[in-house]
T-cell receptor, first 113, second 109 residues
Framework: KAGVTQTPRYLIKTRGQQVTLSCSPI?????VSWYQQTPGQGLQFLFE???????NKGNFPGRFSGRQFSNSRSEMNVSTLELGDSALYLC????????????FGQGTRLTVV | QKEVEQNSGPLSVPEGAIASLNCTYS??????FFWYRQYSGKSPELIMS????GDKEDGRFTAQLNKASQYVSLLIRDSQPSDSATYLC?????????FGTGTKLQVIP
């Protein structure tokens, strides 16, 4: 059974650029949650998508957005990158949503220079 | 007050000893609890889920839940150097999950 796949694994971007990250959940899982993780900050929740609808949203600026496709794959986009956006971005796949067992992808490490 | 609190550590235990990791949560309606292991530079890996009061054992791992005290713990028996990692506790409710900031465990050979 394939796990959660995130692409790309590493990214280096310049301030002001935008970036799109992708997450393919476990087959049959309909929920994808996105997190930002930085040293000392722990996991910060960005948003959750379930059946192509954003169900929950964390406290991040509008530069952070996402979407989910009919095959449950999800993308998140960050526009106008700032140095502080450098982080490990993780997606978590679950069958029916937050509060149930969730499995993380390998993450995308974004560096903004 | 943080919703899920963990001691950041590091918690140092000798190889072969029992490591005890603790977590408290503030939301009384939390129904599901999870332990994740995260190696440095890697993503979190789900190692235990617990939903009912009491103990749940899986190999060398035992999760303990006490809803009255709003307390969750993870015991690792016969600790190995490969157990050295950060352990994240998470509390889940209806369409919601909250993670703690993690406890760093160091197993000393």
């Amino acid at each position: 059974k394939a796990g959660v796949t995130q692409t790309p694994r590493y990214l280096i971007k310049t301030r002001g650029q935008q970036v799109t990250l992708s997450c393919s959940p476990i087959s049959g899982h309909r929920s994808v949650s996105w997190y930002q993780q930085t040293p000392g900050q722990g996991l910060q929740f960005l948003f959750e998508y379930f059946s192509e609808t954003q169900r929950n949203k964390g406290n991040f600026p509008g530069r952070f957005s996402g979407r989910q496709f009919s095959n449950s794959r999800s993308e998140m986009n960050v526009s106008t990158l700032e140095l502080g956006d450098s982080a490990l971005y993780l997606c978590a796949s679950s069958l029916v949503g937050q509060g149930t067992e969730a499995f993380f992808g390998q993450g995308t490490r974004l560096t903004v220079v | 007050q943080k919703e899920v609190e963990q001691n950041s550590g590091p918690l140092s235990v000798p190889e072969g000893a029992i490591a005890s990791l603790n977590c408290t949560y503030s939301d009384r309606v939390s129904q599901s609890f999870f332990w994740y292991r995260q190696y440095s530079g890697k993503s979190p890996e789900l190692i235990m889920s617990i939903y009912s009061n009491g103990d749940k054992e899986d190999g060398r791992f035992t999760a303990q839940l006490n809803k009255a005290s709003q307390y969750v713990s993870l015991l690792i028996r016969d600790s190995q150097p490969s157990d050295s990692a950060t352990y994240l506790c998470a509390a889940g409710g209806y369409q919601k999950v909250t993670f703690g900031t993690g406890t760093k465990l160091q197993v000393i050979p």
